[in-house]
């Protein structure tokens, strides 16, 4: 088996072994077949010209050379880290907010948890036709509740400038899920630390920053990476938001390309203009991205996050 | 304390001397005051989406259209429901819909116990290496495997069909592994120890005794499961071409490719479609805030 690191294996471990490997075979099986082989064979198709039909022919570099020359490219790798550098951070901070503000004694706070909850368990799909019509500048309610407050109309689906806020907005929808994560690591905290800091003196404030921050530190790793693994496969609302295909392949993705996400290009390359070869290339290269942003992430991690010692 | 009690403390309160008022303030005012108007105003905006969308499905085009937005409805205009139904084949979208979600939950129903079972209760060299494997498969964004995927289910026929989408749901799913995992880990040993005795193989001590008993964790992996599969969009967009196996997700297009887009048939068809899901929250709303957290025992 391939999960045998030691040579010399007791017979109780190969019993073990031997009574184990039919409960994990299904997902060794998945695991093969539905992601190890694909990034294979996806880097070996990022080296071809492929139509999806036929034969792929070997092409050495030229995709990978075709992309460093196409402007495109570059274009939806901005959107989508600046997508990213955005809705990461505002994510976690709505996050924690929502975990606080569900982590106070009042009676009825089930229901606040549930109704805040909800959204992050809705079709993604369905929030984004629903943010077409709530962002709408003409009849949405936000730009109407804005108005009361004395802020302009903005276009937010139809300035380049906004787009992409919107998309986070719409993100922030799902913080639900995170913010009970946060919860259940608020609620770990021991009591008897907040009482003896409030006995020392320490305002809210301060017991926030110096205790509960620093214990929720390795669920704020884990949400960092998971968010921004989220966010560079960001898609479903932008293909949503520009009316899909419809518009055949020559349309833009947004007013000024401001949609065209890496992963919504990826699709064009492969679906729409036929380019396996391309989109391959683009696959392994966001595979690529994926992984330096969380080596670099959790590298980072080792100056801020706290471990119990316990 | 009545409105009537509290609004007669509030006018007292006034005419005492100002330095008093603090500590008036403090007695009759309940300190979760604070608190529970930032979590009313909380939900308001999280439910904001949800009203605006319930109201858009009620309203004429006529009113949809106008400035201000109503925030209640003039008048309740079913007939955009039956309108928005008949106007694209919803009817099957939603069995398709519904084919897909039973066929994603059977399958995370049937291997992720299977699997947690091998990565949890039985004690073999090498198991927390590969666990670490599973975890990280996580962390893979399912976009970069789309085009080899595509090309190998082109290749094995399964292109429109749905079998893209449901034979790898019988392959297990990282996260629900990793849930049922912690909740076979949080059953004693006696309990398999004793099965044992009575003579059952490792199969059947599964089988007949730990599934039974994780029934709940079952159901949370189900639920789960299921609204995933629901909300699914980039999959079915791939892997079906025909308009009579399109879900819900890629069926809903078709109101904007027609040069008017009907906003409120839009809306009444997502009311719909969001129901069924709200309705699972409301009737197993334990199981879902307690799947949530059962991530975060161990960050």
Not at chain 1, 112 to 137: C, D, E, G, K
Not at chain 2, 42 to 52: E, T, V
Request: hydrophobic residues 55%; aromatic residues 16%; glycine residues 6%.
């Amino acid at each position: 088996m391939i999960a045998a690191p030691r040579l010399h294996l007791s017979k109780a471990d190969r019993r073990n072994l031997r009574t184990a490997a039919p409960f994990i075979l299904p997902w060794v099986i998945g695991f093969f077949a539905f992601t190890l082989y694909p990034i294979v064979y996806s880097l070996y198709l990022s080296f071809t010209s492929y139509s999806g039909f036929g034969n792929a022919t070997p092409v050495g570099f030229a995709n990978y050379q075709h992309l460093a020359s196409d402007p495109l490219f570059f274009k939806s790798l901005w959107n989508t880290l600046y997508y990213t550098g955005l809705a990461v951070p505002i994510g976690l901070v709505v996050a924690i907010v929502l975990a606080l503000a569900m982590n106070q004694k009042v009676r009825e706070v089930a229901i606040y948890r549930a109704a805040i909850y909800l959204p992050s368990i809705l079709p993604l799909f369905a929030l984004t036709f629903i943010f077409i019509v709530l962002l709408n500048p003409r009849f949405g309610f936000v730009n109407y509740l804005l108005s009361l407050v004395g802020v302009p109309t903005i276009n937010w689906l139809g300035d380049p400038k906004w787009t992409k806020f919107s998309v986070v907005l719409l993100a922030q929808l799902g913080a639900g899920g995170p913010a009970l994560i946060f919860l259940a690591a608020l609620r770990a905290v021991p009591g008897e630390l907040y009482e003896s800091a409030s006995l020392d003196g320490a305002g809210a404030l301060r017991r926030f920053r110096h205790i509960t921050l620093p214990l929720i530190t390795p669920v704020i790793l884990y949400d960092l990476i998971y968010g921004t693994i989220l966010g560079v496969q960001i898609f479903t609302p932008a293909f949503i938001l520009v009316g899909g295909t419809s518009g055949g392949a020559a349309y833009t993705a947004g007013p000024d390309n401001s949609l065209l996400f890496y992963v919504f290009y990826l699709y064009k390359e492969a679906f729409q203009y036929s380019d396996m070869g391309i989109a391959s290339a683009m696959a392994w290269i966001l595979f690529l991205i994926s992984v330096v942003l969380s080596v670099i992430i959790m590298r980072w991690s080792r100056f801020w996050v706290h471990y119990e010692v316990s | 304390m009545t409105v009537a009690q509290k609004e007669a403390s509030r006018l007292a309160a006034r005419r005492r001397p100002a330095r008093r008022w603090g500590r008036f303030f403090n007695k009759t005012v309940p300190e979760s005051l604070g608190p529970r108007l930032i979590l009313i105003v909380m939900c308001a905006l999280f439910l904001l989406p949800f009203w605006s969308m319930a109201t858009a499905a009620f309203k004429t085009t006529q009113e949809l259209s106008t400035f201000p937005p109503t925030f209640f409805p003039l008048g309740l205009e079913w007939s955009n429901f039956s309108t928005a139904v008949n106007y694209i084949p919803f009817g099957t979208f939603f069995i398709n819909s519904v084919i897909l979600t039973t066929g994603i939950a059977l399958g995370a129903a049937i291997s992720n116990p299977l699997i947690a079972y091998g990565f949890s209760r039985i004690n073999w060299p090498g198991r927390d290496v590969l666990f670490g494997i599973v975890m990280a498969t996580i962390f893979i964004p399912f976009p970069v495997l789309i085009v080899a995927l595509f090309d190998i289910f082109a290749k094995l026929g399964w292109i429109n069909t749905f079998l893209p989408m449901i034979v790898p749901a019988f392959f297990g799913n990282p996260f629900f592994i990793f849930l049922m995992r912690q909740f076979f880990r949080g059953l004693p040993g006696e309990i398999s120890e004793a099965a044992r005795i009575d003579g059952a193989n490792e199969f059947q001590t599964f089988l007949y005794v730990i599934l039974p008993l994780a029934r709940p964790a079952v159901a949370v992996v189900v639920i789960f499961a299921a609204v995933a599969a629901w909300g699914e969009f980039l999959a079915p967009l791939l892997y079906l071409q025909d308009e009579a196996k399109y879900p819900l997700s890629i069926g809903l297009q078709f109101y904007r490719q027609e040069h008017a887009v009907s906003y409120n048939l839009l809306m009444a068809a997502s009311t719909l479609i969001v129901l069924p899901v709200v309705a699972l929250f409301i009737a197993f709303q334990r199981f879902f805030i307690e799947g949530v957290t059962v991530g975060s025992v161990k960050g």
